[in-house]
Structure formats: C-alpha cells, structure tokens
C-alpha cells in the first residue's frame, strides 16, 4: 500500500529534476532523525560504561562514580539504571574510604541504598548477577569499608549468598575467578590488600567461612599461587573449625602450601602460621588407651621460624621480626623460682623452679634483714627489689644443684620441690637460681608478724603487729624507703624509726614526696614484714581533685519513666576535703550507642549537692546509661559513672508441680477430711536461673 502511495504522487507531481532532489532531500530529513537520536546516547552509554569500569579495575572511584552519574542520565532501559544505581552507590562508599574522610553521611547513604536494592530482590528468579554484585559490595563494606566497626560475621552473610550465585553460574571461567575472589576478600587475604597489613585484615576471619567452601577454593584453584593460598587458609580454618580428630589435617595442609614453592606470595604466611602450629597445638596424637591429644613439636617450630628468617631478609615479610622473637623464645635459656606464700616458724618450705633449655640449676639460700638491705634507686622499684639486693657478700646458708633432665627438644619444664635441709628459722631468705648467665630470686619469708601502712600527703603510718593475734610489736626497727622521678632523675630518700608500745611509727614527709613509690620494712629479732606501693600515693599537680558520687532513686528503670539523679561533690586539696559550695559543673548522659541523650549545667546548693531529672521515652535504646562531669565550660573533664540501666520490662515466669504420694505405683486417693502430705515444687525463671522451693502442704 505504501508503495502505491509513493507511486501515485510521483505522477501527479512529476517533478523536474531539481524538485525532485529536494523531495529526496526532505524525505532524508524526514527519516533519517527516527534512528539517530536512539543511536547515539546508545553508543555514549556503552563509552562511559566501559570508561568506568576501567577506572573501578584501577581503583579509580571517584572517577568511576563522576562517569557513572554522567552514565545513569543517558541510561535507557531498566537493567541500565538498576546497574548505574549500584555501581553510583558502590563507588561513592569505595571512593569515600580511599579519601579516609570523618563524616560518614555518604558511607551511610551508600549502605542504605545497597541495603534497599538487595531488599527489593523478592523471588529467586530476581537474583541476577547485579543482585550477586550488590551482596558482594556489601560485604566489602563490612569487611573492609568500616573500619571502625568492621565485622567479619555480618560480611560473610553477604559473601555466602555471592558465593551461592557465582556457583549456579554457568560461565565457568568468570565463576572460578570471581569464587576466588570473593573467598578471599572473605578471609581478609585478597591481594588488593598490603602485604604489611596481611595478618591484621585476616586474623580470626576463617572461623566465619564453612570449610565445605574452603574444601571448593582448593578444588577449583588453578594458578601456583591460588593453590598454595587456598591450602594456606584451609589449615588455618581446620585449625579453629574443625572436630579435634580433623584438625590432624592442618600440617599436612601447611606442608601441601609449602610445597607449591617459595615464588608464590603466600609462602611467608604458609611458614610463619605453620610454625606458630607447631609451636602451640603440635601434632596429633593418640594414646595406648585411644584418647587423642596434641602436643606441641618445638623441633619443627624451629626449623619453620630459621627456615623463615634464612630465606628471607628484614623487610622482604612482615613475619620477621616476630619470628626472630618466637625462634629465641623457644631456644634461649630460661630459669625461673618462686615462692608462693609466707611461711611460720617451722613449717616446711616448697617453692617452684621452672626452666627451658637447661640441664642443671644452681641454688643458693642467702639470709637478708629487709630494714638494712633494700634499697630504691634507677636500677630497682618497688616490683623488683629483691634483684637489687647484693647477695655477692651475703652468706650462703644452703647450697645444691638441681638436675632438670631436660633432653635439648626445646620443652619447657617445671616442678614443686619441698626444701631440704629442714624449716628455716624466723627471717627473710633470698632463694636464688642461676644456670649460665641467667639468674632468678624468690623471696622465703618464715615470720608470725605483719606490716600494715596507711598513707596520707605529707604522712605515713605503719603499724607492726602479730600476725596470729594481733599484739603490737613494740621497739622493733622500722624503715621507708621511697624514691620519685625529678626532670627525668630518680631521687631515693629513707626514713628511720621504731614502733611504740601500740606498734605504731609515723614518719613525716615533704609533700613533695607524695607522689613517690616506696618500701618499708620491720624487723624485731628475726620476725620481719614488709609493705610496699607501685604507685604513687597522692597526686602532686596542685589541680583540683574533684570526688563526685552519682545516684539515682532506682538501679534501672522502664520506658516512660523518669530518672531522679543527685550527685554530691567535694574538693580535695591533698589534706582536706573542702564543700565546693555556689560552683556549677557540666554533665552530659550518653546512652549505650554513644549518643548524647541530656546535656546541662548543675549549680551545687551549700552542702555541695544537686539533682536533675531526666524523661526516658519509648525510642531510647535499653541498657547502660553513663553520665560525664566537666567543670564550668567544659575545660576540665572531672568524673563519670555508670548512671542507670534501660530495660524492657517482663513478666517473671513461674512453673508450679505438685507431687501426689504413691502407692504400688499408682497415686492414692483420699476423702475428704484426710490429711495429706504434698510436695509444691515452684521454677522461677529469671535470666537462666531457677529457684526451687520444696514445700510441705497438710490442708485442712
């Protein structure tokens, strides 16, 4: 028909040859406009898509995103805008976390939008690749994208189902490639990552990936380097997964990575975790009874760790160093002593020896009197004083040579050994280990007395006493010791006394001497104690100290109620506490996720108090509520404290049953008017816990 109608205008026209080539001129207009504009946003589409996605293969993604918003405007069908959509909200979250920013709107957005998409996803017939993509960015973004709350669980929910895509797929070369990749990502060993940050993005993340998916990334793993990180994680998950009798794989998986060879850039990681197996769990072992165990094999454990350190140089594998500590670990020397208690006169003494890589001790009892010998200096604190005593002119008192047996495999060894010899006389006793250069002390105090200090700025007191029935021990020695940093110095001064008939001795002290450490000890024929303190006993800055005591009207509380809080405030100077009575202070109440929920300023009335309310409304989240004081302005923080507890209210539960008396096996009946002997056994549910009540009931 169309033709017809060409053919019947031509005739009536006629047109001459000039007309008739503007008539073709007019019809090319006319048509050629109904292909063109399709065409040509197709064709710009495809440019920016590709553009994109080499920037995204380069890592580029602020550039990606910049193309992809350019993109989604020329986007014509339905996939295409869904695609742009992800892929705008993929890169935005990427880019913001290469630019390391603190405001985390567009991470959020980002998130949100992903989060929807994957919502939007109803029926199985609707899970696309696009849908396999999205799960994939979301997990990146748990896994790596936030890094103040990174959660591997919460990562691995959106990898499992990306996984489960990629193993329908039927393009098998693209399906392996990405399976591995996400696996990887997965368990934080993707090659993406710096090789410096390796242990820290991986560390504990095998424990979330089922090793039916491990077993696959061993299964389909192609290239040297695939194979040996995939035998590589899989031992490491064996390790923290599986049964104990499964876990026996773990060395030979180690060895299978091992052997792939050195040129792969998982066979540092291969040494280092195989060796740290070794030197903890071991090898498997089951006994003449068929129980298993494992047990660690220090021998392997130092090969690994020098084979490591051989082949490889500082800064060639982030394991160097930590090797080289592990390998003298496990090779140096070691000896140690201790002494667990105070003895009494005449008691047998124990105490305990404990040692590596040595075949005897040598041992020496030294006597020491604690209010002549210790000192305080750079070289000895209050923690280690017993290293600073000079034993070098000391008597020996007893002597022996302990042999350990040790047979040179690197385990260690310990043993409770009873004194010989007999009790030792009331006293302190220095007991000294030594093999080679390496020397250990424990101290053996056999004394019926104790030392007890109280300290104040400017004051200490210490009371000598019996420690059976707590009589003063009058006239016996007492001595101070204390020593304090001065413009990067350390200062050592001693005070000495005696006790007064109530056993007391008070020494007085420069204030400036307040924020010393110190040692004391007494002594009254032999019967001696001793006290010390680490820690400085007051502070010396002259800022204002303040105490602050917060409460409320009840521990915890239910939505739509309200919090009745006081506080109580006092000043302390280093000797007194003073009311800061007509001061204001600031206070903020934070909720459990950190929010601020109150903010305000508090005037103390003359006793040095006051009190505020505080609404709580259905949205607030439950748990712990903690306030934060400041003084006026916010320059100085001075306290906080755990406020009150949010909690949803529930009904407790009870379980009530009554046990009727029986008779050859069936219940027995009775009349009424009987008496009868029940038992009410009554289950309160609370949090897990249960209360039993076992109760006699005689009715009437």
């Known amino acids: 028909m169309g033709h017809r109608f060409f053919r019947r205008l031509g005739r009536s026209l006629r047109p001459t040859f000039p007309a008739a080539c503007l008539l073709v001129l007019a019809m090319g207009v006319f048509f050629f406009p109904l292909r063109s504009p399709r065409a040509a946003p197709r064709a710009a589409y495809a440019d920016l898509q590709r553009r994109a996605e080499e920037r995204i293969a380069e890592k580029s993604y602020a550039r990606a995103l910049e193309l992809y918003t350019q993109a989604a405007k ?7 805008k869904r695609w742009c959509e992800f892929r705008i909200a993929d890169t935005r979250w990427r880019s913001d976390v290469s630019s390391r920013r603190a405001d985390r709107s567009n991470l959020d957005a980002a998130r949100k939008t992903l989060e929807k998409m994957v919502r939007d996803v109803q029926t199985a017939q609707q899970k696309d690749r696009v849908w396999a993509e999205i799960e994939e960015s979301l997990g990146d973004f748990h896994r790596y994208g936030n890094s103040r709350f990174r959660n591997d669980g919460i990562s691995w929910q959106y990898y499992s189902r990306a996984l489960d895509w990629w193993a329908g797929s039927s393009d098998l070369p693209l399906a392996r490639k990405r399976y591995l990749t996400i696996v990887w990502k997965a368990a934080g060993l993707h090659a993406d990552y710096p090789v410096a940050q390796r242990f820290a ?5 095998e424990r979330y990936i089922p090793l039916e998916v491990l077993q696959n990334a061993v299964k389909i793993a192609e290239t040297s380097d695939d194979r040996a990180r995939a035998h590589y994680l899989l031992a490491r998950a064996l390790g923290r997964q599986a049964a104990a009798r499964l876990r026996k794989r773990v060395p030979t998986e180690f060895e299978t990575a091992l052997r792939i060879g050195g040129k792969t850039a998982w066979y540092d990681d291969a040494l280092f975790e195989y060796a740290r197996w070794m030197e903890g769990a071991g090898r498997f072992a089951v006994d003449e009874n068929g129980g298993f165990s494992w047990k660690p094999d220090y021998p392997k454990a130092v090969e690994l760790y020098r084979r490591l350190l051989r082949e490889f140089k500082q800064g060639e594998t982030p394991y160097w160093r930590e090797a080289r500590r592990r390998l003298d670990a496990i090779t140096a020397p070691r000896v140690g002593v201790s002494v667990s208690r105070t003895f009494l006169p005449r008691s047998e003494i124990q105490y305990a020896l404990n040692w590596r890589n040595v075949r005897t001790i040598r041992l020496n009892i030294y006597p020491v009197n604690l209010v002549r010998d210790v000192r305080l200096d750079a070289n000895a604190g209050p923690s280690n004083w ?22 040179g495999d690197h385990v260690p060894g310990s043993k409770q050994i009873d004194l010989d010899g007999g009790p030792l006389p009331a006293g302190a006793y220095v007991l000294r280990a030594r093999t080679g250069d390496k020397d250990a002390r424990a101290l053996i105090l056999v004394t019926d007395a104790v030392l007890i200090a109280k300290t104040a700025p400017g004051k200490t007191v210490l009371w000598f006493a019996d420690a059976l029935n707590s009589k003063p021990i ?55 104690a001793f006290a010390r303190s680490r820690f400085p006993w007051f502070s010396a800055t002259g800022a204002e100290n303040w105490r602050i005591y917060a409460f409320t009207d009840r521990p915890a509380y239910r939505p739509e109620n309200t919090v009745n809080w006081k506080i109580v405030a006092r000043l302390y100077d280093g000797k007194k506490y003073v009311t800061p009575a007509g001061r204001s202070i600031e206070y903020e109440v934070r909720g459990p996720r950190g929010r601020s929920v109150k903010k305000g300023k508090l005037a103390l009335n003359d006793f040095g108090a006051a009190w505020a309310e505080l609404p709580l409304d259905k949205k607030m989240p439950l748990g712990l509520y903690r306030v934060q004081f400041w003084t006026e302005g916010r320059r100085r923080g001075i306290g906080g404290a755990m406020l009150f507890r949010l909690e949803e209210y529930k009904l407790p539960e009870f379980n009530v049953t009554v046990a009727v008396p029986e008779e050859n096996g069936h219940k027995k009946t009775f009349r009424q008017g009987d008496v009868v002997e029940i038992e009410v056994r009554a289950e309160y549910y609370s949090g897990g816990a249960v209360a039993n009540a076992d109760v006699e009931a005689r009715p009437p």
């Open 201 to 205: 993005y991986s560390y504990g993340a």
């Open 386 to 407: 017993l290293q600073g005593l000079d034993l070098e002119k000391a008597e020996t008192l007893r002597s022996w040579t302990f042999d350990t047996g040790d047979t």
């Open 74 to 80: 020329l986007a014509a069908s339905p996939s295409q």
């Open 474 to 528: 009058r006239d016996a020695a007492v001595r101070l010791v204390a020593r304090r940093r001065k413009n990067n110095r350390w200062l050592s001064r001693q005070w000495t006394g005696r006790t007064d008939a109530d056993g007391l001795t008070v020494f007085e002290q420069p204030l400036d001497w307040s924020s010393a450490e110190w040692f004391a000890a007494a002594d009254q024929d032999g019967r001696q």
